[in-house]
């Protein structure tokens, strides 16, 4: 049987973060899916099983608060 694999979107809403931060998160190489194809045109199809949900879950635990868009209108 084989592993189910998420969208980006769909990875994103599991591991509670927006689909823009994952994708700067992407562009800036912080994280990777586990399956990245080239498609005609530029566009890169990602695929992202339970493993990758779960680390982006770590890193966003371990990082998300230590960004400075994080913070903004939170009070100290």
């Given at each position: 049987?084989?592993?189910?694999?998420?969208?980006?979107?769909?990875?994103?809403?599991?591991?509670?973060?927006?689909?823009?931060?994952?994708?700067?998160?992407?562009?800036?190489?912080?994280?990777?899916?586990?399956?990245?194809?080239?498609?005609?045109?530029g566009?890169?199809?990602?695929?992202?099983?339970?493993?990758?949900?779960?680390?982006?879950?770590?890193?966003?635990?371990?990082?998300?608060?230590?960004?400075?868009?994080a913070?903004?209108?939170?009070?100290?």
């Amino acid at each position: 049987m084989a592993n189910k694999t998420y969208s980006t979107l769909e990875a994103a809403e599991k591991s509670g973060v927006h689909r823009a931060t994952l994708m700067r998160w992407l562009k800036a190489g912080r994280v990777k899916a586990s399956d990245e194809r080239k498609m005609p045109g530029g566009r890169i199809l990602r695929w992202w099983t339970d493993a990758d949900i779960k680390m982006l879950e770590e890193y966003k635990n371990a990082h998300y608060w230590e960004m400075p868009q994080a913070r903004r209108g939170k009070k100290k």
